[in-house]
């Protein structure tokens, strides 16, 4: 799915910006986080006629090398497919 859309968002957290001030809880709030802009990007998508799937199930280490980030420090929460339904990236 994700290697025919369109477009592929991609939500990480830095998460030493919100350690310093949550501690341990800081993994919980980043993660919420994400699922919030999740779900308003999958509100908008719909109100705009669009197709989109969530994804959190991923190869972390790998979708972490493929945005450069060292999977520590920043790591990737959750991917979000946008397209047309029924169409795929050359549609």
Known sequence: ?????????TWTAMFERCRWK???R???YVYLDAGHVA???ALAAVSLGLGNCQ????F???VNELLGVDGEEESALCMSVVGRPGKGAND
């Open 39 to 41: 779900q308003n990007h």
């Open 55 to 58: 994804i959190a199930a991923t």
């Open 26 to 28: 800081a993994y919980r």
């Open 1 to 9: 799915m994700c290697a025919s859309a369109p477009i592929v968002l």
């Open 60 to 62: 972390d280490d790998e």
């Open 22 to 24: 949550y501690g341990e």
